[in-house]
């Protein structure tokens, strides 16, 4: 399925979902809520390090917050569960991009 995507939101090229697949399976821990989930990056925020994740196997999506500083916790890096595209599209990027074309 086709997304539309609004700003600063953006489809994550073919090039870079192993960056930041990479990069989440480094910061995810035993204890963190997305630890043996099978996930892929679809999106991310060009205005900060927010990934969108696909949950594989589930209609749920994750956005995530990656640091960049190597293995987190229970709590980092922090991650925000949506029930599919249309709630995140609707509660979050809809607010980011108002916010971010002000």
Do not use: C
């Not at 600063?8 to 963190?32: C, I, N, R, S, Y």
């Amino acid at each position: 399925m086709k997304h539309i995507w609004l700003e600063p939101w953006e489809e994550v090229p073919g090039e870079k979902k192993v960056v930041f697949q990479d990069e989440l399976l480094k910061e995810v821990t035993a204890t963190h809520p997305l630890f043996g989930l099978q996930t892929e990056p679809i999106g991310r925020s060009f205005s900060n390090d927010d990934v969108l994740f696909e949950i594989n196997d589930e209609s749920r999506l994750a956005v995530v917050h990656l640091t960049w500083a190597g293995p987190g916790n229970h709590t980092y890096p922090l991650t925000r569960f949506f029930d599919g595209w249309d709630d995140f599209a609707n509660d979050l990027m809809a607010g980011n991009n108002l916010d971010y074309n002000l």
